[in-house]
């Protein structure tokens, strides 16, 4: 069985829910509280599973038969194309080569131009270091989300590869992204009206069962 390290509201750990239950995987969910305890990612007892302090971490059998040695898996991204790569059905990558390659920047600008910026360390390095407010904070994240909404509203709704989804009309990779990223815009109370494209996608999306079980509401942490 896959173990799952996840935070209801995680924003990459979300991402990673929607691919398993898209891929039909089935996983038990291990809390960890982001915010409780000063963190419960930075204690040692999960520090010994992801050094990094971050979430989601997935930790499954090291051949995939239940008589491997256990291995920790991290990075969503990564983790993703794993689960690609060893359950290819249902696909998550299109087919040919330059499609994937579209569906891989989507992904990349919400996962890396957008996400890291606004995530929680950083929103809580500006606040305990820099002494931020809490609407200079929250200015902050709707600033580089803004930008990198526009970015991918401008690709998504000019480019004939667009459909109900990111890319046709079947969720991909990119899809586990921009659901997430748009549900924490909305968190930050982000005008969306500028992106009709991505709400659009993002809604079509939302309706499907694999996102339906991923949603944060659906969580046993959920608070």
């Known amino acids: 069985m896959l173990q799952l390290y996840s935070y209801f509201r995680s924003s990459a750990a979300y991402r990673l ?3 398993l239950h898209l891929k039909g995987l089935a996983f038990d969910t291990v809390p960890v509280h982001l915010l409780k305890g000063g963190g419960e990612q930075l204690q040692s007892a999960y520090r010994a599973i992801n050094p990094a302090g971050l979430v989601p971490a997935l930790q499954c059998d090291s051949n ?14 990564a983790i993703m194309e794993y689960l690609e790569e060893t359950h290819p059905q249902p696909p998550l990558l299109p087919a040919d080569a330059l499609g ?4 891989r920047a989507l992904t990349l600008t919400v996962a890396c131009d957008i996400h890291p910026l606004n ?8 606040s305990g270091e820099l002494h931020a407010s809490g609407d ?7 600033h580089w989300m803004a930008l990198g909404f ?6 998504l709704a000019h480019s004939p590869a667009t459909g109900l989804c990111s890319h046709g009309d079947t969720p991909t990779m990119a899809d586990c992204c921009v659901v997430p990223q748009v549900f924490n815009a909305q968190r930050f109370h982000l005008d969306l009206a500028p992106y009709p494209t991505l709400v659009r996608i993002a809604q079509h999306c939302e309706a499907l069962p694999a996102f339906i079980a991923a949603h944060p509401a659906q969580q046993p942490d959920a608070a």
């Open 17 to 19: 829910r929607i691919a």
């Open 64 to 77: 995939g038969s239940g008589s491997g040695h256990t291995v920790t898996l991290t990075q969503s991204l």
């Open 100 to 103: 994937r390659a579209r569906v």
């Open 119 to 126: 995530n929680l360390r950083v929103l809580t390095y500006l």
């Open 136 to 142: 200079a904070r929250n200015a902050w994240a709707r």
């Open 150 to 155: 526009a970015a991918l509203e401008e690709h």
